[in-house]
C-alpha cells in the first residue's frame, strides 16, 4: 500500500501544536503585545521556508537544463570525432 502512515503520537503532537498556534493567534488578535511577537516570527519562519523551497526548486530547474546542454554538447562532439 502507498497510504501514509500516521501514528497516534504524531497526529495528537499535531493537534497539539495546532492548538498552542491558535492560543498565540488568539493572543495577537486580542493586541497582547507577545502574542504579536510571536504571530510575526511565525509568519516570517513560513516565508524564509517558502523563499528557500523556491530558490531550491529553481537552481534544481536551471542546474538540470545546464545539465542536459551541456550532456548533448558532449554528445555531438563525440558524433562528429566518430564520423
Given at each position: ?5 500516521y501514528s497516534l503520537r504524531r497526529l495528537l503532537a499535531l493537534v497539539t501544536l495546532s492548538g498552542f498556534v491558535c492560543l498565540i ?59
Open positions: 500500500m502507498l497510504a501514509p502512515q493567534v488568539a493572543a495577537a488578535a486580542q493586541g497582547r503585545l507577545w502574542g504579536v511577537a510571536v504571530a510575526i516570527a511565525m509568519c516570517g519562519f513560513a516565508v524564509a521556508i517558502v523563499v528557500y523551497a523556491a530558490s531550491y526548486l529553481l537552481i534544481r530547474v536551471v542546474g538540470g537544463v545546464s545539465d542536459r546542454r551541456q550532456q548533448r554538447q558532449t554528445n555531438t562532439s563525440a558524433g562528429d570525432a566518430a564520423s
